[in-house]
């Protein structure tokens, strides 16, 4: 996830994860696979959530969608039934994935072997989210059925401060039924705030004035259950990097 234009052309970008203060790394997926996510998250989960009985499509979100490893992995993981590419009707699940930084998007949709049933788009979250609605206009809905952004809130949090991370939040609830998150833990943000200062690269705009600290998880959690009809609904345990997987829902 990015929240400005850059370019992932940087030579830095390749070799110091520091010289990406937006979380557009260039070889995410290389230093933390899309299958350490997956081991947790169940096969059978749109089934769980009966998703699959609705007689539309189903509609993912995935935020901060990288080079778009990730979403390729979730599909073929999630969906059971074996989509073929040449057929639309094979399957009624599509994936839309979104990441601000245009170099990996473009690697993205390049590399995108579903492309009747994934979809790629630049598009920074905190600035435009008219291409959301759009999208979900074609599909005749009003809202994506699960939204999975991972990783993500702290790059947010860090570039746009507590009311860009509250914002964030508030508009992906306002447009999914479900939301998964994985939420980076305080600790990780002086991670970023040190590899920033190694590089002698100015320090993140908001980092010294933010309020929403410590357990960054509780916060998000009260925020979406008090201000965003959401609920906790479970807990798929934790990654390598002990950051928990989380699922909410919208309340009726």
Same mark, same amino acid.
């Given at each position: 996830m990015?929240?400005?234009t ?7 970008v390749i ?7 937006y ?5 995410y997926?290389s ?6 996510r ?5 096969a059978?989960?749109l089934q769980?959530?009966?998703?699959k ?6 509609l993912?979100?995935?935020?901060g969608c ?10 073929k993981?999630?969906? !059971? ?6 057929d639309?009707e094979? #399957?009624?699940?599509?994936i &839309?994935g979104?990441? %601000?930084?245009e @170099?990996?998007?473009q ?11 994934l979809?790629?788009i630049p598009?920074d979250?905190t600035?435009?989210? !008219? ?5 979900l206009?074609?599909?005749? #809905?009003?809202?994506?059925? &699960?939204?999975?952004? %991972?990783?993500v @809130? ?8 507590d009311s860009?991370?509250?914002?964030m939040?508030?508009?992906?609830a306002?447009?999914s039924?479900?939301?998964l998150?994985?939420v980076?833990p305080?600790k990780c943000?002086?991670s970023a705030?040190?590899? &920033?200062?190694?590089?002698g690269r ?10 929403i600290?410590?357990?960054i998880?509780?916060h998000v959690?009260e925020h979406l ?5 959401m609920?906790?609904?479970q807990?798929f345990?934790?990654?390598t990097?002990?950051r928990?997987?989380?699922l909410?829902k919208r309340?009726?």
């Amino acid at each position: 996830m990015a929240t400005c234009t850059v370019s992932t052309d940087d030579k830095d970008v390749i070799t110091e994860p520091g010289a990406a203060p937006y979380g557009n790394f260039i070889n995410y997926y290389s230093f933390n696979p899309p299958e350490e996510r997956l081991r947790l998250i169940p096969a059978s989960l749109l089934q769980d959530l009966r998703l699959k009985e609705d007689h539309g499509d189903t509609l993912i979100l995935d935020v901060g969608c990288n080079s778009g490893d990730l979403s390729v992995a979730l599909y073929k993981h999630l969906v !059971q039934e074996p989509a073929c590419a040449e057929d639309p009707e094979s #399957s009624k699940v599509h994936i &839309l994935g979104f990441d %601000l930084d245009e @170099t990996l998007i473009q690697r993205a949709q390049q590399s995108n072997p579903l492309p009747h049933f994934l979809s790629f788009i630049p598009l920074d979250v905190t600035e435009d989210t !008219q291409q959301l609605q759009d999208y979900l206009r074609q599909h005749d #809905s009003t809202h994506f059925h &699960l939204c999975v952004c %991972l990783a993500v @809130t702290m790059w947010v949090h860090l570039n746009h401060g507590d009311s860009g991370l509250l914002k964030m939040l508030s508009h992906l609830a306002s447009i999914s039924q479900h939301l998964l998150l994985e939420v980076q833990p305080w600790k990780c943000y002086r991670s970023a705030a040190r590899r &920033l200062r190694k590089l002698g690269r100015t320090d993140f705009e908001h980092f010294k004035t933010l309020k929403i600290q410590g357990d960054i998880a509780e916060h998000v959690r009260e925020h979406l259950e008090k201000h965003c009809s959401m609920e906790l609904v479970q807990v798929f345990g934790c990654t390598t990097w002990s950051r928990k997987l989380v699922l909410f829902k919208r309340r009726d």
